[in-house]
């Protein structure tokens, strides 16, 4: 393909459950919109699907994903053997540039999300179906691509604003060929969300997995979380606070397992299942970072994503998410939570692996496609929405409310409540420890303004001025015939 923007039809893939439970649909016609109500819910549902995108091509939340979100922390090392997946390495050093693969198709894979997006917007006017129902569906898909721009604007900056399907004679104009503001990217994803939290139901009111009012109210307090506006982080996670349709799950290692899906924790969380194909997953997802073998034995997957010693030297005697969060492999063998037994630590690659991508084979649905593993990605969670508070109660000086929301979240992992004596680190150090490898960590020390110090502490090549920000892919610059421009110090 020859432009930044990766127009293609409409497919919807083969479900999983519930609302995915669909047969494969081709592109949705205007006629079709206008004549079949069905057809409005199966241009969503592609929507939705499109997050299933992963594997060694653009990849919206497969192994990509988790190199450009957590490898790249000080929470993770690259894993498997030394020199296994040199994109990674490179990532996982600070040595990248703008050829590599993984930025590239971490780029291709949002903007073809974005694009399915676009022309799901595009045709919904149209239905047949009442204001309210059409209202909802598209405020689903602004969420969604709300959330697909939050993502590539916390590691690009401004990029192209395609926010709508262009013409074939705007495809190749300056508005879709060059960046905007990181500012402008902001506003539209304000935008979007805020029309998805005015017209989506309350948890509850719609069909389990699909966006509510509430997921759009945490994502939009988390954009206003980023912008340093306290006052609306605060006003947003306390009115899903207020709602009282969340609160946290008794157990946290539970919130990974199947049990724990969709569960009175969760906020938003991409679908996976098992079908026929094999192919309602996450491609690459927990099979690459599972426990990969030396000798002796069947492996579960690639081992990449390790664990740091940083983040498990992070955790206070006694807290029961480290075991939660890390599988260490011990000498003499380590049995995980479904009662396999990883053999030995000279039988495996590496010391630790990240437990809360581990999907059991014989405990939980399993349709024997390892690299379809069938494991829904927690995006949203009432935990992170508690500090999220937290957070902005402390800077706008409720140092009590702060501390209450914090010392649920403490209660829970067992540790004694803090007090409020540097309470800003104590918060801060709170998300690393309860959203250890969850994807965040290198964004919130970015958005902190340590992110130099700290990985730098923690052996990385980091430049301050430079690595905040990730390059944009020189392929898209060459694509645009150099009207992209590129980030500092690339």
């Known amino acids: 393909m020859k432009k930044i923007l990766l127009i293609f039809s409409i497919t919807v893939l083969a479900g999983c459950k519930d609302f995915l439970d669909i047969p494969p649909q081709g592109r949705v016609t205007e006629e079709e919109i206008r004549t079949n109500p069905t057809a409005a819910q199966d241009l969503v549902n592609g929507v939705y699907n499109v997050m299933w995108l992963g594997g060694f091509g653009p990849?919206?939340?497969?192994?990509?994903?988790?190199?450009?979100?957590?490898?790249?922390?000080?929470?993770?090392?690259?894993?498997?053997?030394?020199?296994?997946?040199?994109?990674?390495?490179?990532?996982?050093?600070?040595?990248?540039?703008?050829?590599?693969?993984?930025?590239?198709?971490?780029?291709?894979?949002?903007?073809?999300?974005i694009a399915r997006a676009n022309q799901a917007l595009d045709k919904l006017p149209l239905s047949p179906l009442g204001d309210v129902e059409k209202n909802k569906l598209i405020g689903e898909v602004r969420f969604l691509r709300g959330y697909f721009y939050f993502n590539l604007v916390r590691t690009f900056g401004g990029v192209p604003k395609l926010d709508r399907v262009p013409t074939p004679e705007e495809a190749n104009s300056d508005a879709f060929q060059t960046r905007a503001t990181a500012a402008e990217i902001y506003e539209l994803i304000i935008g979007d969300l805020t029309f998805a939290a005015e017209n989506l139901p309350l948890k509850g009111a719609t069909p389990v997995g699909r966006v509510t009012k509430?997921?759009?109210?945490?994502?939009?307090?988390?954009?206003?979380?980023?912008?340093?506006?306290?006052?609306?982080?605060?006003?947003?996670?306390?009115?899903?606070?207020?709602?009282?349709?969340?609160?946290?799950?008794?157990?946290?290692?539970?919130?990974?397992?199947?049990?724990?899906?969709?569960?009175?924790?969760?906020?938003?969380?991409?679908?996976?299942?098992?079908?026929?194909?094999?192919?309602?997953?996450?491609?690459?997802?927990?099979?690459?970072?599972?426990?990969?073998?030396?000798?002796?034995?069947?492996?579960?997957?690639?081992?990449?994503?390790?664990?740091?010693?940083?983040?498990?030297?992070?955790?206070?005697?006694?807290?029961?998410?480290?075991?939660?969060?890390?599988?260490?492999?011990?000498?003499?063998?380590?049995?995980?939570?479904?009662?396999?037994?990883?053999?030995?630590?000279?039988?495996?690659?590496?010391?630790?692996?990240?437990?809360?991508?581990?999907?059991?084979?014989?405990?939980?649905?399993?349709?024997?496609?390892?690299?379809?593993?069938?494991?829904?990605?927690?995006?949203?969670?009432?935990?992170?929405?508690?500090?999220?508070?937290?957070?902005?109660?402390?800077?706008?000086?409720?140092?009590?409310?702060?501390?209450?929301k914090l010392n649920i979240v403490r209660k829970r992992a067992g540790l004694p409540p803090a007090t409020g004596a540097d309470l800003r680190m104590k918060i801060w150090n709170e998300r690393r420890v309860e959203l250890g490898m969850e994807h965040d960590r290198f964004w919130d020390l970015v958005r902190q303004g340590r992110a130099g110090a700290v990985m730098r502490a923690h052996g990385k090549n980091f430049v301050d001025g430079k690595h905040e920000l990730f390059p944009i892919p020189q392929e898209q610059i060459l694509l645009s015939n150099n009207r992209l421009k590129q980030n500092p110090g690339y």
């Open 59 to 113: 990849d919206v939340h497969g192994l990509q994903y988790t190199v450009i979100t957590s490898i790249v922390s000080d929470d993770a090392d690259k894993g498997s053997t030394p020199t296994d997946y040199g994109p990674a390495l490179e990532i996982d050093n600070f040595t990248y540039g703008p050829s590599n693969a993984n930025v590239q198709n971490f780029w291709t894979g949002y903007y073809q999300a």
């Open 214 to 404: 509430g997921a759009a109210q945490m994502l939009l307090a988390k954009v206003y979380m980023y912008q340093k506006n306290w006052q609306k982080t605060f006003e947003l996670s306390k009115a899903v606070i207020d709602s009282r349709l969340y609160d946290t799950l008794s157990n946290y290692a539970d919130i990974w397992r199947v049990k724990g899906a969709n569960s009175i924790e969760s906020i938003f969380e991409v679908q996976t299942g098992t079908n026929a194909a094999c192919n309602a997953a996450i491609e690459l997802y927990a099979n690459s970072q599972g426990i990969r073998a030396r000798r002796g034995w069947t492996d579960f997957g690639f081992g990449f994503n390790n664990p740091s010693a940083s983040l498990a030297a992070a955790y206070e005697p006694g807290d029961k998410r480290k075991d939660a969060t890390i599988i260490t492999i011990l000498p003499a063998g380590t049995f995980l939570w479904d009662g396999f037994r990883v053999p030995s630590r000279d039988s495996v690659e590496n010391d630790r692996y990240n437990y809360k991508a581990y999907h059991s084979r014989t405990q939980e649905p399993y349709c024997g496609s390892p690299d379809r593993t069938p494991k829904n990605l927690r995006v949203l969670r009432y935990g992170e929405l508690l500090l999220m508070y937290a957070e902005a109660a402390n800077e706008t000086g409720n140092t009590a409310e702060a501390l209450d």
